[in-house]
């Protein structure tokens, strides 16, 4: 019974929050993965492989670097993610563009633990919506 509880206030913080993922690998699905069990909605992947272009990944689409602006824009999204090293992924003017649209670009340590990754993003999106 206080499982259910905790996992209902858990997914209330999450739920109906719209997510771009940047990167394809482990740690970008471990953290994907977390957020859709808490309520999130993973709206699409970022890489720039050809090859993955369109394909999916739990259920959202591998999209192309060149379409996150459109994308966080037509689909409400709260917070664009990025692992360090995938940096070169979300360009400069990328990060500016999200930025005047008041949408948050979380650069993460993948060091860090899911736990910390999930506090992060929290902080991110409680500070932008303070502003």
Known sequence: MLDKILNAFRN????GSSFIIVGIDFVEHQLAQALLE?????????????WSHKTEMLGAPLRYPSEIEALAQR????AVVTFNQRAELLPDECIQ???SMNIPTVQ????????????TI??????????
């Not at 689909?75 to 709260?78: E, K, L, M, P």
């Not at 993460?108 to 506090?119: F, I, T």
């Open 108 to 119: 993460m340590d993948p060091n860090l633990s899911l736990e910390e990754q999930l506090n």
């Open 75 to 78: 689909h409400d999204v709260q």
């Open 12 to 15: 209330s913080k999450w739920r």
């Open 38 to 50: 808490r309520g999130g909605k993973i709206i699409a992947f970022i890489d720039d492989e050809p």
């Open 122 to 131: 929290s902080s991110t999106l409680a500070s932008y919506e303070q502003k």
């Open 97 to 99: 563009q999200l930025s």
